[in-house]
């Protein structure tokens, strides 16, 4: 499986290595965001993940693959840059990434920066399924989706594909909208280029949903009960209008000794421009020393 990355900044900076969410490039990582990290000497490196952007894709049904296989591709993407240890930022799944290597290597991680994410172990998944399926949420689940989000994606498992890249693009847009939240303006234009750059980018765009194929194949894939194991200094990011893991921080935060939580004012399930300087400083401060 070929994975495409690409690093910037000197060698000799300290590392950082972004993993973007479940089905998404690591373009999705802004290029300004990156660009503040390494004027602030860090040596970043993005990646995309297995299925999505310029990284191979596969049959799953011929060569099928489990979300261990996912995460060990942070390794393999370590190891392709010479890192022996870095400091992971993690956003939405790739959080969830992030958690799971601190907990399993711990001498590979430097500090952990989970931004939008869930706790290790918390089935978000099923919350996220129970949710959109409209069943209960048992005693104990973590804070479900907020209803524009379960609305949205009613309408979009019922609906057919679009057939062309321009209503593709639509519908990208349209989701990034929701992802986007209600607390700043959404910028339509920007988000078109964006995502007429992930559209256009992608080897093959259906495969992304090989990583949800890979979810049902490995349901158990997230330790339970194991967050007080992780041992790198840790930031936790969230939104103050995340839509679709809402209150999720707080508790990563309260699970991870010594955690720091941080409430990004308007932020959504995106990093736009409004915050970009903000959570980069944050990430710069935490990654220091």
């Given at each position: ?6 690093e ?37 490196i ?11 894709t ?6 099928p ?11 393999r993407?370590?190891d ?20 799971f290597?601190?907990?399993e290597r711990?001498?590979?991680?430097r500090?952990l ?5 869930s ?8 919350v996220?399924?129970r949710?959109?399926m409209?069943q209960p ?5 973590l ?6 989000f ?15 890249r ?13 992802l986007?939240?209600s ?8 988000a078109?280029r964006?995502?007429e750059?992930?559209?256009?980018r992608?080897?093959d ?19 339970v009960?194991v ?14 209008h ?7 921080g707080?508790i990563?935060?309260?699970r ?7 409430i990004v ?15 980069a ?5 935490h990654?220091?020393g």
């Open positions: 499986m070929s994975i495409w990355s690409e910037f900044g000197a060698v000799t900076d300290a590392p950082i290595l972004l993993i973007m969410g479940s089905m998404s490039q690591g373009v999705l990582w802004p290029d300004e965001f990156v660009g503040r990290l390494v004027a602030g000497g860090r040596r970043v993005r990646y995309d993940h297995r299925d999505t952007g310029r990284s191979g596969v049959d799953f049904a011929a060569d693959y489990t979300w261990d296989d996912i995460k060990d591709d942070v390794y993407v370590m392709a840059h010479g890192l022996e240890s870095a400091h992971l930022v993690g956003h939405s799944a790739g959080g969830l990434l992030g958690q290597v601190a907990v711990p001498e590979r991680v500090s920066t989970v931004i939008g994410s706790p290790l172990g918390g089935g978000e998944g099923r996220i399924m949710a959109l409209g949420q048992p005693e104990g689940s804070p479900e989706p907020v209803p524009e379960v609305a949205f994606y009613r309408v979009l498992m019922a609906a057919p594909p679009p057939e062309d321009r209503a593709r693009i639509d519908g990208m847009i349209a989701e990034q909208r929701v986007h939240g607390g700043l303006p959404f910028d339509e234009d920007a078109r964006l995502q750059r992930i559209h256009d992608a080897r765009l259906s495969a992304v949903v090989n990583h949800r194929l890979a979810a049902v194949a490995t349901p158990d894939f997230e330790p009960g967050l007080h194991r992780v041992t790198a200094p840790t930031l936790v990011i969230e939104g103050s995340e839509p679709v893991k809402p209150g999720h707080a990563i935060a309260e991870i000794p010594g955690a720091r939580l941080m004012a308007g932020m959504g399930h995106t990093l736009p421009p409004e915050v970009r300087e903000e959570v400083a944050a990430t710069l401060a990654t220091a």
